[in-house]
Each structure stands twice: as C-alpha cells, then as structure tokens.
C-alpha cells in the first residue's frame, strides 16, 4: 500500500513563500519512475491540477501558477515538492500530493493559507 505524506503547509503573508514537501512511504514506491502531481482544493471549489512532473522530467503547470511555482523531485529522498512563490490569497487552498493522476494515489492534503 502507497502512502504519501505531504508536508510544509501554513499560513503566510501575500506576496510570501512555502515549500511543500510529499514523501512516499509504506511500500516501495519510486517517485522518479512516476508521473507526480500538485493539486489544491480551495472551499466550495472543485479540486484542480497545480503542477505535474513525469518520470522524464516534463512539467506541467495551471496558467494560474506559471511563473510563481516550480515543482521538482528530489531522487535521492524519494520526495516531489513544490515551491511557492509570491503567494496569493487565491492561492489559498488544501494542497494534495498525487501520483498517476485522478485514478492514482492521493496524500492527505496540507493547508495553505495567504493572508491578505
């Protein structure tokens, strides 16, 4: 059984950073020989792709967030993170680690709070 677990979550100022952080644990699961994802959920809202990085490396981004975040893996810690910058209180959402899409694996989600 895969578990992910993200981390990094909170609460910060518009125009702030946060770096999330998933791991996988509970099996042996390479993050590097699978398509990772972001997605995020704000309330009353459906929940929404924020970034993808496939086992070759391509990444993907929601128009929203080009520019301000950066997804990548780290091989050696079997983690996919996610970097936020210049935050916006749109941005507010419950964050949730993935893997191999809708179908796939899910985390337990972390909150992300931008104040305004």
């Known amino acids: 059984q895969v578990q992910l677990v993200e981390s990094g979550g909170g609460l910060v100022q518009t125009g702030g950073s946060l770096r999330l952080s998933c791991a996988a644990s509970?099996?042996?699961?390479?993050?590097?020989?699978?398509?990772m994802g972001w997605y995020r959920q704000a309330p009353g809202k459906q929940r929404e792709l924020v970034a993808t990085i496939t086992r070759g490396g391509s990444t993907n981004y929601a128009d929203s967030v080009k520019g301000r975040f950066t997804i990548s893996r780290d091989n050696a810690k079997n983690t996919v993170n996610l970097q936020m910058n210049s935050l916006k209180p749109e941005d507010t959402a419950v964050y949730y680690c993935n893997a191999n899409g809708w179908r796939g694996y899910w985390g337990q989600g972390t909150q992300v709070t931008v104040s305004s």
């Open positions: 509970g099996s042996i699961f390479s993050i590097r020989a699978n398509t």
